[in-house]
């Protein structure tokens, strides 16, 4: 089975642009999750789709958004980059949810000037 | 809100030595999970535990939860250099809900 794959693995954006991010999960796999790595912070929780649905989101203001579509892949999208939006965003698969095992993507590593 | 803390956040230990890494939540789990990260890579999947007390083996490493589901361990017998990454618990709360710890960075001395 193929893995989780996440595009682009590297981006540069300036600040005040928008980025979109993709995720496919591994096949079969309804519920994707994404976090946002930074040294500081560890792993914090963005949201949760699972069947085209949100089902939770983690503690980060209005401009992370995300959306499922019907083959289970997800799109992430941060507007009105900041400086402190430069992090690893990961995306993990997962058969029914995040408290179940999860199979995370190379990250994609977003650096904003 | 729901936390869940891990400790020590960095441990160097001698080749062949011992490494434990704890990890507590201030609410009950449903589950807990730990996972390993390789430095330069991502998250992988180690081991779940659910169960009240369960004890599990992968042959050097040992994983533990808590009585009362509050809290885990991680331990590691005569590490070896393939050891070396930062480990994460990660605690369930219900099936779309799950904190991460903050992680233990081990480093070994050949």
């Known amino acids: 089975k193929a893995g989780v794959t996440q595009t682009p693995r590297y981006l540069i954006k300036t600040r005040g642009q928008q980025v979109t991010l993709s995720c496919s999960p591994i096949?079969?796999?309804?519920?994707v999750s994404w976090y946002q790595q930074t040294p500081g912070q560890g792993l914090q929780f963005l949201f949760e789709y699972f069947s085209e649905t949100q089902r939770n989101k983690g503690n980060f203001p209005g401009r992370f958004s995300g959306r499922q579509f019907s083959n289970s892949r997800s799109e992430m999208n941060v507007s009105t980059l900041e400086l402190g939006d430069s992090a690893l965003y990961l995306c993990?698969?997962?058969?029914?949810?995040?408290?179940?095992?999860?199979?995370f993507g190379p990250g994609t590593r977003l650096t904003v000037t | 809100g729901q936390q869940v803390m891990q400790i020590p956040q960095y441990q160097h230990v001698q080749e062949g030595e011992d490494f434990t890494t704890y990890c507590n939540s201030s609410?009950?789990?449903?589950?807990i999970q730990w996972y390993k990260q390789r430095p330069g890579g991502h998250p992988v999947f180690l081991i779940q535990?659910?169960?009240?007390?369960e004890v599990k083996k992968q042959k050097r490493l040992t994983f533990q939860f808590g009585e009362a589901k509050k809290n885990s361990s991680l331990h590691i017998t005569a590490t070896q250099t393939t050891d070396v990454g930062t480990y994460f618990c990660?605690?369930?709360?219900?099936?779309?809900?799950?904190?991460f710890g903050s992680g233990t960075r081990l480093s070994i001395r050949p």
């Open positions: 609410t009950t789990l449903s589950n």
């Open positions: 990660a605690g369930g709360s219900s099936a779309s809900k799950i904190i």
């Open positions: 096949s079969g796999h309804r519920s």
């Open positions: 993990a698969s997962s058969p029914m949810g995040p408290s179940y095992e999860q199979y």
């Open positions: 535990l659910v169960k009240s007390g």
